[in-house]
């Protein structure tokens, strides 16, 4: 009863926000699915920076647009790379150019990037980067014109598929993450190079070949994951309530070399996380869930240390020096058009900062840098702006 109650939500959301992707088991339309963070959480800076009190990142600027929602972002030095669901780009006075779900913008100026990315015939849902390249995951078959389920590794440089790297996925791929030499990969695929290896592994970043060593044992998908390099582990969060036989309610460390459980878990009874966050020393972990809540926990202790509760999921959290950036849909404390907000990390008190956003579905995706934050989702405007799928906002 337990699981089927925690899926309620994410089926009644299949209806309304999403076609059916082909061979999907689950659709990745769902509310739980959609939100799940793609991208792997970068480590927070431990640098001091300076923000107003209320938290405010910047001002929102106008940029190209894309005529979908966005699904991933990624803050690459002065690129932005954003994934999601859409056939072009938008320019200010209205002009198309195809970018079928993968395109890349500059965050100065916010202007298309022609050609610096190959076009999926499905959804991207996570993005990866390391030095001159990038890794894509999603619920497609094809990319740049090759075959590639649910992975694929594109040079940035040249804007072509890497030839080299084929994991020979059999579904779609929801998280990423660069670990241990290698790169996690959650999602809802149960075998891997003809492998049988469900739901979390890892693969060589060069060729995408299934690293048999690491072998975790969960009964469900994962939507999120953060590498602590402290303590040499991984944060899985997902839609599982098992893992190795045992109880683990949706989020799990894991030993980045084996793969097992190891090392104090979280006292936590909840939701499906869809986006998580390890902060820079490994001292705590913030989770987003579809049961509308973001909680800060000690990794220490496995204690939780504050509770945010909004109007609908909390979709995405990113985490800035002290300021945890996180996204909704249906609002935030009777304010139906606040889906893009921020709390103080160490206390959970939300800031003023609230731009308003019209659209319901609001928020899924934000990557955040010294240079400004970006964020994605099925939106339109942005403070009045603008703003169709994704949004950047700068000192």
Known sequence: M????????????????????????????????????????????????????????????RSWQVDGRVMAVRIKGDLVIVGGEFRNAIAPNGRRVAARNLAVFRLGNGR??????????????????????LWVGGYFERVGGLPRTGLAKIDLNTGRVSPGFDAGLNHGVQALARGAGGLLTGGR????GGVEQSWLARLAPATGRLDEAF????????????????????????????????????????DLATGRVRGRQLARSGG?????????????????????V????????????????????????RVRGSLAYFGVHGGFGG?????????????????????????????????????????????????????????????
């Open 294 to 317: 973001l909680c800060s926990w000690s990794v220490p202790t496995g204690a939780r240390q504050w509770r945010v509760a909004a109007g609908g999921d909390v979709q995405a959290v």
């Open 189 to 192: 695929m149960t075998r891997v």
């Open 112 to 133: 298309f990037v022609a050609g610096a990315v190959p076009g999926t015939d499905g959804v991207v849902r996570a993005l990866e980067t390391r030095g001159r390249w």
């Open 272 to 292: 499906d996380v869809l986006s998580l966050q390890v902060t820079s020393r490994g001292r705590r972990v913030l989770l987003a869930d579809n049961f509308n």
């Open 335 to 395: 304010q139906r058009r606040a889906k893009l907000l921020v709390a103080d990390v160490g206390t959970g008190r939300v800031r003023s900062w609230r731009p308003g956003i019209p659209d319901f579905w609001g928020i899924y995706a934000i990557d955040v840098s010294r240079r400004g934050l970006v964020a994605g989702g099925r939106i339109t405007k942005v403070a009045g702006v603008p703003a169709r799928g994704w949004v950047r906002l700068l000192p």
């Open 215 to 254: 072998r975790p044992q969960l009964d469900g998908p994962v939507f999120a994951l953060g590498v602590d390099k402290v303590s040499g582990r991984v944060w899985a969060g997902g839609a599982f309530e098992q893992v190795e036989g045992a109880a683990h309610d949706s989020i799990v460390a894991l």
């Open 2 to 61: 337990r699981r089927l109650a925690r899926t309620l939500v994410p089926v009644l959301a299949v209806v309304l926000l999403a076609p059916v992707v082909p061979g999907v088991h689950g659709v990745p339309g769902s509310a739980a699915a959609h939100a799940a963070t793609a991208v792997a959480a970068p480590s927070a800076s431990a640098a001091k920076i300076t923000v107003p009190r209320s938290g405010s990142p910047g001002k929102v600027r």
